[in-house]
């Protein structure tokens, strides 16, 4: 089965542009999450979707945004970007039901803004 | 939210060695992770625990979960360099939703010495 892939590993902006990530789970994964990853805050949860709808989000400003597609894949945005943004944007996908908890993981997006 | 502290945040070993690290929590989980990642990569999940006191092992890697459920351990036997890496635990926050929303640890950096 092929793993979570993320488009694209790398990206540079320029602050105040806007920036779209794109992630498709392991076939069957009708779970996908979102994480940002830096060196100072560490691994932090952005926002869930399941069956396109967004389940659960984390504390990050409304400049960040996602969606879900019904093929279960999905799509974060950040709009306004500024130089904190810059970070490895992760992916994971899971099964819903008893291991749901068990996420696996995409190899990321690196954001560099400029 | 969750804090998960990991102890210690770097070790330096000699290859052949074991290796322990732990994980604790100042509330209590369910479900504890580990995860190892390696640089420019995201997170391998490479045990899942479900029960306090529960005892699982993953080849040389073998993880435990605390009888008090606010703290995990990992062990590696004869570590290898491959073991290099970041490994972190996670424990899933309860929202009784189903959704999905994992607090990382702070991370253990390993470097194995050949």
């Known amino acids: 089965k092929a793993g979570v892939t993320q488009t694209p590993r790398y990206l540079i902006k320029t602050r105040g542009q806007q920036v779209t990530l794109s992630c498709s789970p392991i076939?069957?994964?009708?779970?996908v999450s979102w994480y940002q990853q830096t060196p100072g805050q560490g691994l932090q949860f952005l926002f869930e979707?399941?069956?396109?709808?967004?389940?659960n989000k984390g504390n990050f400003p409304g400049r960040f945004s996602g969606r879900q597609f019904s093929n279960s894949r999905s799509e974060m945005n950040v709009s306004t970007l500024e130089l904190g943004d810059s970070a490895l944007y992760l992916c994971?996908?899971?099964?819903?039901?008893?291991?749901?908890?068990?996420?696996?993981f995409g190899p990321g997006t690196r954001l560099t803004v400029t | 939210g969750q804090q998960l502290n990991q102890s210690p945040q770097s070790m330096f070993i000699q290859e052949g060695e074991d290796v322990s690290m732990n994980c604790t929590s100042s509330?209590?989980?369910?479900?504890w992770l580990w995860y190892k990642q390696d640089p420019g990569e995201g997170p391998v999940l490479l045990i899942a625990?479900?029960?306090?006191?529960e005892l699982t092992s993953n080849g040389r890697l073998t993880a435990q979960f605390g009888i008090t459920r606010k703290d995990s351990f990992l062990n590696i036997s004869a570590s290898i360099p491959s073991d290099v890496g970041i490994y972190f635990c996670?424990?899933?926050?309860?929202?009784?939703?189903?959704?999905?929303?994992?607090?990382f640890g702070t991370g253990t950096r390993l470097t194995v010495i050949p």
């Open positions: 994971a996908s899971s099964l819903d039901g008893l291991t749901a908890y068990e996420q696996y």
């Open positions: 996670a424990g899933p926050a309860v929202l009784g939703t189903g959704a999905n929303n994992l607090f």
């Open positions: 076939s069957g994964h009708r779970s």
């Open positions: 625990l479900y029960k306090a006191g």
């Open positions: 979707y399941f069956s396109e709808t967004q389940r």
């Open positions: 509330s209590i989980f369910n479900t």
